[in-house]
């Protein structure tokens, strides 16, 4: 899956990041044609903020079916420390798309019982909306299992394990990978998990997370370099990389 942008990063971070929905677009055919196989979609609006504006993400989708109609799109629901749960759930009932990546975190903030998410996640899994919870330490993927094994959540479960992280800058490593899976463990065969991983060890964690059977996200919004530090090119160009070291 690519991830081509992200919530914060802008040209200041990378001249080929992409912030237009144009942009976005481009950078996920030029990726499909080097080897992915899906789009990790965020929008931004008119000043380059990130949005979670139903229309902009209509209009992202409309352009993907016409331009690369072979990549499937899921949308974010990232609160990027501006949304919170009602607008989250908002987005995606309106949106209605094929995949959404929910913080599990930010949708159920608190230990206890929450009504509100409990129903989003079953009407997302009636409306046969791939879910993909973002765990981002085994902490969270220790309470995933939980309220799945306590009927909280629906059964089948997609996740991605966030390996390092954005702020403070920390690099992933391959051995963050074993914790998550130990986390998810109660849950055996029902997991399907992905990783992602910040700075320049992206390569060597992906190809570590292929090796344990997960699957892999790659893209700007994470990391924009290479192994040796060395700026990549464009998206296309890392996920090559990372294809070629597989």
């Known amino acids: 899956m ?3 942008n992200g919530a914060r990063k802008t040209k200041a971070d990378h001249p080929a990041l992409p912030m237009t929905i144009a942009e976005t677009v481009a950078a996920a055919r030029d990726a499909f044609a080097a ?4 789009l990790h979609a965020h929008v931004r609006d008119a000043v380059g903020q990130h949005s979670l504006d139903a229309g902009l993400y209509r209009e ?11 990549m499937p799109v899921q949308i974010t629901t990232e609160a990027a420390g501006k949304f919170g749960p009602d607008s989250q759930r908002k987005v995606v009932r309106e949106v209605r798309p094929e995949g959404v990546s929910v913080a599990l975190r ?7 019982p929450d009504a509100d998410a409990r129903t989003f996640y079953a009407w997302a899994e009636d409306e046969g909306i791939a879910v993909q919870h973002i765990l981002y330490t085994p902490e969270d993927a220790a309470r995933l299992a939980a309220l799945v094994e306590g009927d909280c959540l629906p059964a089948a479960v997609q996740c991605l394990f966030v390996l390092g992280a954005y702020a ?31 700075g320049k060890t992206e390569t060597i964690c992906l190809e570590a997370a ?3 059977g997960g699957k892999i996200r790659v893209g700007f919004e994470n990391n924009v370099f290479d192994a040796d530090g060395s700026r990549a090119a464009d998206n296309a160009y890392r996920v090559g990389r990372v294809l070629g070291a597989l």
């Open 2 to 4: 690519l991830a081509p």
């Open 35 to 38: 080897g992915s196989d899906a």
């Open 60 to 70: 992202l989708i409309k352009e993907m079916d016409r331009v690369v109609p072979e």
């Open 106 to 112: 930010e949708m159920w903030p608190t230990d206890g």
């Open 168 to 198: 403070p800058p920390r690099d992933g490593r391959p051995e963050d990978i074993a914790p998550f899976l130990e986390a998810l463990a109660p849950l055996g065969s029902q997991v399907d998990w992905a990783a992602c991983a910040f």
């Open 210 to 212: 292929a090796k344990r």
